[in-house]
Structure formats: C-alpha cells, structure tokens
C-alpha cells in the first residue's frame, strides 16, 4: 500500500539500457538524497530496456528502499519516459535527471536550496562547461536554441537541458496538458512560472552508450519546431506567394518577349521553373504534413506510454509482475 505522507521530493529518473551505469549512479545519487535533510523518493522509469536494467534496479531496490521502480510495457522515448516519472511522482518538487552521470546529482542540493530560499516554481540546471560534448554537438544545439527562441518566443536557455526542479504546481500544470510529443525543454519554460538556475559543468557519460543518436536529436528538433510555432507554416505562406509572385513575373516577361519578338527556345529556363516551383509545392506540403499529423495523433488521443508495473503500487496485471528469474538474480 502506498504511504500515508507524500516525500517532500521526488527524484525523476529515466533509463533505457542502462545495466552498466546504474551501480555508478546509486553510489553517487544515494549519499547526495540522503544527506538533503527531506524525505524522498526516487523514481526510476525503465523505458522498456532490453538488457538487465530490470535485474539490476530490483537488485538496488534491496538495499535502497527510498528507490522506487516504474517500468513502462514497452520503449517510450526518452520525453515519454520522464512525463510517466512526472505523472507518478508525489514529491513537493521533482527533479529529473538522467542516469549517465553526465549532470551531476550533487547539484540537487544547490536546486532545492534556491527553490525554497527565492520561492521559485522551477530551477533550471545549466552548463557552464560543456567541454565534453564534442564540437559539433556544442555548435549545433546552441544554434538550435537560437532558432527555437526566434520562432517560438520562449525563454529556453541554450545550455539547459532537462535537468531541473520543479514546483507540485508545475509538475501538475504540465501533467495537465494534452498534447503529444511534448518537449520538455521548451515546455517548462513556456508555462513562464517564476525560475531560476544554478549552473554546473556537464562531465562525461560514466558508463554504457549514449542512446540519443542523430536521428532521434533531429526527430526532438523536428517535434519542438512543430509543437512550439507556427512559423514554418508563415514561411510556408510567404514561399507560396514568392512563388506566384514569380510566376506573374515570369508570364509578363513571356508576353512582352512575344511581342518584340524575341521568342527563343526556352527548354532549360522552363524546365527550372517548373523544377523550383514543384520544390516549393513539397516543401510547403511536407510542413503542413507535419502538422496535420500532430493533429491526428492528438485527436487519436493514444497514451504515449503504458504502465506495466510500479514498486509502490503493484504491477498493473498478474502478468506484468517481476519474473521469478529477475527476483531471484536480485537477491543475489
């Protein structure tokens, strides 16, 4: 049964495949939540690994009993992920925070001071070295803010990612929100409750590897553009009245032409403004696709993840609880 009393602050933690790491994480995370003077919980989302990941939570779970295991029904994605941690949480604020060690735990007490003492609704981790992420993963992600904040008018900062504090009235605000494929990131500060930051230096991944490649950031690029503007559906609008505007030009050229005559055969120019206006035509269908499918998905209203089992609770099914062989390899 679940207790009496809520902690006073809950610890968001997703996971996918992450056996390797996840001993690393307890021997820093544990001395740092314990050493807050609250209570607390910390509430790890397995987003379907497929490796030990299981095991090796029930396994620290043993010695741990503030930790707390979610495990999602299948892979989620990693937003996906933290909004099931967000949705079960019971702490007076959240943190969220990844398992690869790369944002350090120890910043929590820094957070939760600032929380209390400024009386802010959120506290926002922000790298003031990034020094272990390469070049290119620097340049492009503060471009990529710029564009964000340009399109969509957020506050988002550059360097902050999704290691923050936030109020029980702001989880709930964002708990409340209907829409799909939600951004954390952008999100949060899009709500504009009051906030702060504390800033750290982001270190290397402690252990396994990193399970957000280039196709999954351009996919995150793609759903905060869509889910925060509408300005690619502007740009859309202007790049079709350029176009006209073009073509207009194009048939008064032609008309006086043939009234000097000074006709000549025009395959290549015909061929290229047939070519560029077909270009524009699927530039503006692609961006308008993309945000008919957001409609469709939200008025489809399928859940984004499925519960299948919660430490705190119970598994969802008689067929959803640990198997014989991940209790038995825990107690060992």
Request: proline fraction near 6%; include cysteine.
């Amino acid at each position: 049964m679940p207790p009496a009393l809520s902690p006073e602050l809950s610890i968001v933690v997703p996971v996918y495949n992450e056996e390797d790491v996840l001993p690393l994480l307890a021997q820093r995370l544990r001395p740092v939540a314990d050493g807050l003077g609250a209570t607390y919980e910390v509430v790890t989302v397995d987003d379907g690994s497929t490796d030990s990941t299981a095991v090796v939570l029930q396994r620290i779970r043993r010695e741990w009993p503030e930790l707390r295991v979610v495990r999602l029904r299948a892979n989620a994605g990693h937003q996906a992920a933290i909004s099931a941690g967000l949705a079960v949480a019971r702490g007076d604020y959240v943190v969220t925070l990844d398992a690869d060690l790369q944002d350090p735990p120890e910043v929590i007490a820094q957070m939760l001071a600032v929380a209390r003492d400024e009386r802010v609704d959120v506290v926002y981790g922000v790298r003031s070295d990034r020094s272990s992420d390469s070049a290119f993963k620097r340049l492009s992600a503060r471009a990529f803010y710029r564009v964000i904040r340009a399109l969509s008018g957020t506050s988002a900062q550059s360097d902050a990612g999704d290691y923050r504090m936030m109020s029980r009235a702001t989880v709930e605000a964002v708990n409340s929100l209907p829409e799909h494929n939600r951004v954390l990131r952008f999100i949060v500060p899009a709500l504009g409750f009051p906030s702060a930051s504390v800033s750290y230096r982001r270190d290397e991944r402690a252990a396994g590897r990193s399970k957000y490649p280039l196709a999954k950031m351009l996919r995150l690029s793609i759903d905060s553009v869509t889910g925060f503007s509408i300005a690619p559906l502007r740009a859309a609008t202007w790049l079709g009245l350029t176009g006209g505007l073009a073509a207009v030009a194009l048939l008064v050229y032609a008309l006086v032409a043939q009234l000097v005559g000074h006709t000549l055969p025009g395959w290549t120019s015909t061929v290229v403004a047939v070519a560029g206006v077909g270009a524009v035509q699927l530039l503006c269908l692609g961006i308008l696709g993309e945000y008919v499918g957001r409609m469709y998905a939200m008025m489809q209203a399928r859940p984004t993840y499925f519960i299948a089992y919660d430490s705190l609770t119970g598994p969802a099914t008689s067929s959803d609880a640990p198997l014989p062989a991940e209790s038995h390899q825990a107690s060992l």
